[in-house]
């Protein structure tokens, strides 16, 4: 039996994980599997409850877990600048806890016409961001008088050779192809992450096509010429700044699933959506993307990848049947969440 551990989290968390636990339901009894559920707290919810935005019984159970599927944390409720501990902290923390390095994030466009770019059918592109390392762990200060502050970009030799191996595997699950993003012609750090994701490349995955390209010129690409793009990998500040780019290409952040794999189980999965409060509770969120996360799980920590073609499939049908969540709606009508995962599930079981 595999075990998933769920933390809905805040606002819109909890409805779009229930949606997403449906889906692993039907799937598993289309294909005959085993799986346990567990929730725990997390973030906001977890302040309030405990003081503690991941408890300790919520970490322990992760690590017991053999994938973890979260909803999303924070909201007004606990934005006190002044406040010792934030829902955000949480996050953090699993994903420190839990040796999570590399963050996976897929840019499918299941919906063209919700689409900013005139054509992006058949955009399908798998960022690969490293997630412990780079400026926003490296040193920081600031001067006494407040005048001058100081953030380090630091990488070492085994932090860049671990994501650009997570990067080399997946390519050889899709199309071969990697582009590895930097910015060499200026900095120091990443000449370093040049050499040794060209040596990485260069003697584990000679099978894989290997490009290089300036961050500047992935920033413009991603507009002009999204389709020609497979696995990109890269750093934390060029990741985080490129996927919420890219994160528009579909159309709505409701559609976009992300994972943070570490060197084992579990991994953690989630929504790339936020908590949106304001429509917390009243149907309106669009779980496709938690659903979609849940497809990653079985994925890339269940080894399942019939049972996750089969919940992609099912969302690519119900959207291709004209289904839509007020996010993606238009001016047409629209379902509910509950309703939306309901289609999906019925559609995995066909």
């Not at 977890?46 to 992760?62: F, K, M, N, Q």
């Not at 985080?240 to 992300?258: F, K, N, Q, R």
């Not at 991994?267 to 969120?285: M, W």
Request: with cysteine; charged share 25%.
């Amino acid at each position: 039996m595999s075990r998933f551990v769920l933390l809905p989290g805040d606002g819109i968390g909890p409805e779009v994980v229930a949606e997403a636990r449906k889906a692993l339901e039907a799937v598993a009894l289309r294909f005959g599997l085993s799986f346990s559920f567990e929730e725990h707290l997390i973030g906001g919810i977890a302040i309030d409850t405990t003081g503690d935005p991941l408890p300790t019984s919520t970490l322990e159970a992760c690590r017991d877990a053999d994938a973890v599927l979260l909803g999303a944390v924070g909201g007004p409720r606990w934005d006190d600048p002044l406040a010792k501990t934030r829902p955000e902290d949480g996050l953090l923390g699993i994903r420190a806890a839990l040796g999570l390095y590399a963050n996976l994030r897929p840019i499918q466009v299941h919906f063209p016409a919700a689409s900013p770019l005139r054509d992006a059918s058949g955009v399908d592109i798998l960022f690969v961001r490293e997630l412990t390392g780079g400026i926003y762990f490296g040193p920081s200060s600031l001067s006494d008088d407040g005048t001058v502050a100081r953030s380090e970009m630091v990488y070492s030799v085994p932090e860049i050779e671990r994501v650009i191996r997570v990067a080399g595997e997946a390519a050889r699950r899709r199309d071969g192809r990697v582009t590895s993003v930097d910015k060499a012609n200026v900095l120091e750090v990443s000449r370093l992450w040049r050499r040794v994701a060209q040596r990485v490349m260069a003697d584990e995955f000679p099978d894989i096509d290997y490009e290089v390209v300036l961050v500047d010129a992935m920033a413009m690409y991603l507009l002009s010429r999204p389709k020609d793009f497979d696995v990109v990998v890269t750093g934390n500040l060029f990741g985080d700044i490129l996927t919420d780019e890219a994160s528009m290409l579909p159309g709505s952040l409701g559609l976009l699933p992300s994972a943070s794999l570490g060197d084992g189980p579990p991994g953690l999965y989630e929504p790339v959506h936020g908590s949106a409060p304001d429509i917390a509770g009243k149907g309106l969120a669009n779980p496709l993307a938690a659903i979609l996360a849940a497809a990653m799980a079985l994925r890339h920590s269940l080894e399942l990848p019939d049972a996750a073609d089969a919940i992609e499939q099912a969302v690519n049908d119900v959207l291709d049947a004209g289904l839509r969540t007020a996010d993606i709606a238009g001016a047409g009508p629209s379902a509910s969440t509950t309703e939306m995962g309901d289609a999906v599930a019925r559609a995995i079981s066909m």
